[in-house]
């Protein structure tokens, strides 16, 4: 099993609200990672998290706040958004965080912020 | 951080060779390089990575320049269902920690 899940597909909120993306993967990888991608334009790493631990926090807003439960699970917990928070967001797990293995992405969650 | 450096845009004829290029010329001793691609707002999906030596898989080949200072991807027989946009992407570190640094891509548009 080489895939990466992620949870809702699509997801319309308003700039009041809250809400949780959820990445999944049973690949045993304990490297796991958000991305964030505006149209037409190339993924930007968002977090990563290192056997449950937030390792990289690329200066994201606090309005988006990721969690790591488990080694299979990653959530990203939505709050307060902007409009220009609109995107595609991406899992990515690795294998090791420290080596050369390659990252499994899941198929993204569309978001909308109105 | 090593950057990469892509052209916008290429086509090419289906059947015959794709041939993307990347330069990398701020690259590490010991950073690797990785081609994603991605299709239609998809997930990227990994296609093949490399240190110096030249890499062949399934998918594609990854030749190396001896520099290290650039790259290229190539997909020996281009089907429609290659037309992507392709990443070049190098890794960089953050507290000793790897985190890909994805180039801006090459939209790569496989003609009948």
């Known amino acids: 099993d080489t895939e990466v899940t992620q949870t809702p597909k699509h997801l319309v909120m308003g700039m009041t609200n809250k809400k949780s993306l959820k990445c999944e993967q049973h690949?045993?990888?304990?490297?796991m990672y958000w991305y964030k991608q505006k149209a037409k334009k190339p993924p930007e790493l968002m977090f990563v998290?290192?056997?449950?631990?937030?390792?990289i926090n690329e200066s994201v807003p606090s309005r988006f706040s990721p969690e790591c439960p488990n080694s299979s699970l990653l959530n990203l917990h939505l709050h307060a958004l902007q409009p220009e928070d609109s995107a595609l967001y991406l899992c990515?797990?690795?294998?090791?965080?420290?080596?050369?293995?390659?990252?499994?992405f899941g198929p993204g969650t569309r978001l909308t912020v109105t | 951080d090593a950057k990469t450096t892509q052209p916008p845009s290429m086509d090419c004829a289906e059947g015959r060779a794709a041939n993307l290029p990347c330069n990398h010329s701020?690259?590490?001793?010991?950073?690797?390089v990785y081609w994603y691609r991605q299709i239609h707002s998809q997930g990227p999906q990994y296609i093949i990575h490399?240190?110096?030596n030249n890499e062949t898989n399934e998918m594609a080949s990854l030749i190396i320049t001896e520099d290290r200072k650039s790259s290229t991807l190539i997909l020996p027989h281009a089907t429609l269902r290659d037309t992507a946009v392709y990443y070049c992407?190098?890794?960089?570190?953050?507290?000793?920690?790897?985190?890909?640094?994805f180039g801006t891509g090459t939209r790569l548009k496989v003609l009948a």
């Open positions: 690949m045993g990888h304990r490297a």
């Open positions: 990515a797990s690795s294998l090791e965080p420290s080596s050369s293995y390659e990252q499994y």
């Open positions: 490399g240190l110096k």
């Open positions: 998290y290192s056997y449950e631990k937030l390792s």
């Open positions: 992407i190098v890794r960089g570190t953050t507290s000793g920690t790897y985190k890909y640094i």
């Open positions: 701020t690259i590490s001793g010991n950073e690797y």
